[in-house]
């Protein structure tokens, strides 16, 4: 019983808290707290209502602090009901002006307590506001106050005074003390409001972080699974033994991928840029890999050509049946090489993706076919070069994301131009050599002012 009594009572203070000023959940923080001015100041003009009445003072005053609080508690009312109130605020603080200007001259001038509630309205009015409109209000004030001041120095007769020291005295003291528990109060709620606030906060981040972890190691596992599918260093060097791959997925997984076996003495490589990069471009990389697997065993496949035609008809399978709300940006763009080592002969065939020759010091573009594998409105047959292979041939099989990394002095991308230009100057070094040249060439281009746009993927070979 002992430890259910302090969280009962902490609940019924945060319900009437809420009732008052409006819930967390509907309200922001700055919101609840012009509730709570509101709430606080309308209730102060009530009660120096009352106390004008009990000490007897000016008529007119009573009058004009009992109007005060009618007002104060109408933008009480509607900031709760209409749940708004930065269109009131501006409205607020001219009634309050222009109320405590009216009292300045029924209450005695600097003489009275109305000093003391300029003051309080003023830090009031500097929690709730922010930016240039608290450095209007602050002007306000002070050039309120000034002038004021000024009529009351060259002006006096303009003031109604007390009648005596008693009745100011106890005037001044209620209003000291009434303001100085009005400010205990609203800060107090102020203060109250802001630890919720920070400990509701500190929670979500706490939250958002674990999901964060949570996401971050799944897609980390996930990652480690795409790697598997791939073909490792040691694989690729059994059946194409001069090669390098330069491989940088722009997140954690990749849309890119690359393919290679030797299938009936035939050498089969592929390179792939799946549609979009990380989580959604490593879902159709897998269904990528998983097709070419389940095609490359199909022996009336004899073309390059051929796969991809297959492999469109079956990506288009797979996403017709997947979703009845396809998109005709879901696929991916590829290059094939079918390498024929008896007939030193290379079939290619490519969606989007080009081949890179480079043979005696000059470049042999091969074109690829302006279709991707996907859903397309209009399909056009791909197009199957043949290639009669010469010793120290160097082919480069390629995704965009190298091509078109922005970076350099101006922002520009990196462009086909720059990128022939720099194969042709390294094409005969060893394939490891070239490997670094490339990553060296990319992490200059980019340096510190940019970041990775794409997944990269380039795939050299050489034939011997």
């Not at 796969?307 to 940006?329: D, F």
């Not at 008896?342 to 010091?361: E, I, V, W």
């Not at 120290?392 to 390629?398: A, N, S, V």
């Not at 720059?418 to 005969?428: A, D, S």
């Amino acid at each position: 019983m002992t430890q259910q009594i302090p969280k009962q009572i902490k609940s019924s203070r945060t319900n009437f808290v809420n009732l008052l000023f409006g819930k967390r959940e509907d309200y922001s923080l700055e919101h609840r707290f012009f509730n709570s001015v509101c709430f606080f100041s309308a209730w102060a003009a009530f009660f120096a209502t009352i106390t004008n009445l009990a000490l007897g003072l000016n008529l007119v005053l009573t009058t004009i602090t009992f109007t005060a609080g009618l007002l104060v508690s109408f933008f009480y009312y509607f900031s709760r009901v209409h749940k708004t109130y930065k269109p009131l605020l501006p409205y607020f603080i001219i009634v309050a002006l222009i109320g405590l200007s009216i009292v300045w001259f029924f209450n005695s001038g600097s003489e009275g307590p109305v000093v003391f509630i300029y003051l309080v309205a003023m830090v009031f009015f500097i929690i709730i506001t922010e930016g240039k409109i608290r450095t209007l209000v602050i002007v306000a004030f002070i050039l309120n106050i000034s002038i004021l001041l000024y009529l009351e120095s060259n002006f006096p007769q303009w003031l109604t005074y007390y009648e005596n020291d008693t009745v100011k005295f106890y005037d001044v003291a209620i209003t000291f003390i009434f303001s100085f528990i009005l400010i205990y109060f609203v800060v107090a709620i102020l203060v109250r409001s802001y630890r919720e606030e920070r400990i509701i906060t500190t929670r979500q981040h706490d939250e958002i972080a674990f999901q964060k972890k949570q996401i971050t190691d799944s897609i980390t596992y996930a990652s480690s699974i795409q790697k598997a599918l791939l073909p490792e260093q040691n694989f690729i060097k059994r059946i194409i033994p001069d090669f390098f791959i330069l491989n940088k997925p722009k997140d954690i997984v990749s849309g890119d991928f690359y393919w290679i076996r030797k299938v009936n003495n035939y050498t089969i490589i592929v390179i792939a840029d799946c549609t979009g990069h990380g989580v959604p471009g490593a879902f159709m990389s897998v269904l990528g890999i998983s097709l070419i697997n389940e095609i490359s065993t199909r022996k009336e496949i004899r073309k390059a050509n051929q796969a991809l035609e297959v492999l469109r008809h079956e990506v288009k399978n797979q996403l017709r049946h997947s979703s009845t709300k396809y998109s005709l940006n879901i696929g991916m763009d590829i290059a094939i090489c079918v390498i024929d080592p008896d007939k030193k002969t290379m079939q290619f065939a490519g969606a989007n993706s080009p081949l890179y020759l480079y043979r005696d010091d000059r470049l042999i573009e091969f074109k690829p076919t302006r279709n991707p594998i996907g859903i397309t409105p209009i399909e056009i047959p791909f197009q199957n070069y043949e290639i009669e292979l010469q010793p120290g041939d160097t082919f480069y099989m390629f995704t965009d994301g190298y091509i078109d990394q922005f970076g350099g002095d101006n922002g520009k991308k990196f462009r086909s131009r720059r990128f022939r230009h720099m194969l042709l100057g390294m094409y005969k070094k060893p394939m490891a050599e070239q490997a670094k040249i490339m990553e060296n060439s990319l992490t200059q281009w980019i340096g510190s002012n940019y970041h990775q746009i794409d997944d990269i993927l380039v795939f050299g070979f050489r034939v011997n």
